[in-house]
């Protein structure tokens, strides 16, 4: 079953290709690492499967439904650098923003909306900082709240853009945790991922992206030395080193 299908998706900025006829299908219940260089459209790629940027040609489907349907079931965490952090929200009611289906206009918050957003900030151990304001708290802590404000939406697709720029490896390595045990769940999750070093430990798939889709499928027949020359080019300042973590024998020439 596919979680995904996208069929000939292209994206413009004005003017400018940003997504260039984009075909792909994802199954469910991977982990899945969008990889590319700085400006491939990698973020775009996201906030266009949120809806959140129209496409000028292109079809995605989730789960057979067409995206209009299903924008309720794709959670959504952001970068660090888009969110205004001086804004005077606790992390509890951070968190609950992710329970819109569960609470109705003009009505007093459900019983249900703060059980699970209980229940997600114990997931994501942030229960004791509930009532603090969000720029009081550091990189990782802010961070996880967004993890959690996601799985408050009991979502079965989760997107996430850079989750780990910014936090340290403790942080890192209990949230890739956290991650692994939503998609032994039966949830997909879609990660832009910079840390080509750390891709074949944690993922699954992997979507190879230049504006163009390079090459898409399982880490272990996409992600070697000749795909990595494609999609960043030959002058990328971390190759040699990306190509060496493959540990691949792949026959790409440099």
Same mark, same amino acid.
Request: a negative charge; hydrophobic letters at 45%.
């Given at each position: 079953m596919y979680s995904l299908e996208i069929e000939q998706l292209t994206v413009n900025y004005e003017e400018t290709s940003v997504l260039w006829d984009i075909s792909l299908s994802l199954p469910d219940k991977k982990m899945v690492a969008v990889v590319g260089p700085n400006g491939a459209g990698k973020s775009t790629f996201l906030k266009t499967l949120l809806g959140g940027v129209k496409p000028i040609s292109g079809s995605i489907l989730l789960y057979g439904q067409p995206l209009e349907k299903m924008r309720g079931h794709v959670g959504y965490v952001p970068q660090r650098s888009s969110v205004d952090w001086d804004f005077p929200i606790t992390a509890f009611d951070l968190v609950m923003m992710g329970c819109f289906r569960q609470i109705k206009w003009f009505k007093w918050v459900s019983k249900k909306a703060r059980? =699970?957003?209980?229940?997600?900030?114990?997931?994501? +151990?942030?229960?004791?900082?509930?009532q603090q304001q969000i720029g009081q708290l550091s990189g990782g802590q802010q961070q996880r709240l967004f993890i959690a404000r996601a799985l408050a939406q009991q979502a079965d697709i989760y997107l996430l853009d850079e989750p780990f720029a910014g936090?340290?490896?403790?942080?890192?390595?209990?949230?890739?945790? =956290?991650?692994?045990?939503?998609?032994?769940?039966? +949830?997909?999750i879609i990660i832009v991922h910079h840390d080509l070093s750390s891709v074949e430990e944690h993922f699954d798939w992997v979507v190879l992206l230049n504006t163009c889709l390079i090459a898409a499928g399982p880490v272990s027949e996409i992600f070697n030395a000749q795909n990595i020359q494609r999609t960043y080019g030959k002058r990328h300042l971390f190759l040699e080193e990306a190509i060496f973590q493959t540990k691949k024998n792949s026959t790409g020439v440099l």
């Open positions: 059980h =699970l957003t209980e229940q997600a900030l114990e997931m994501v +151990k942030m229960t004791p900082f509930a936090v340290d490896i403790v942080t890192e390595t209990a949230l890739m945790q =956290l991650l692994k045990e939503l998609r032994d769940a039966g +949830k997909t």
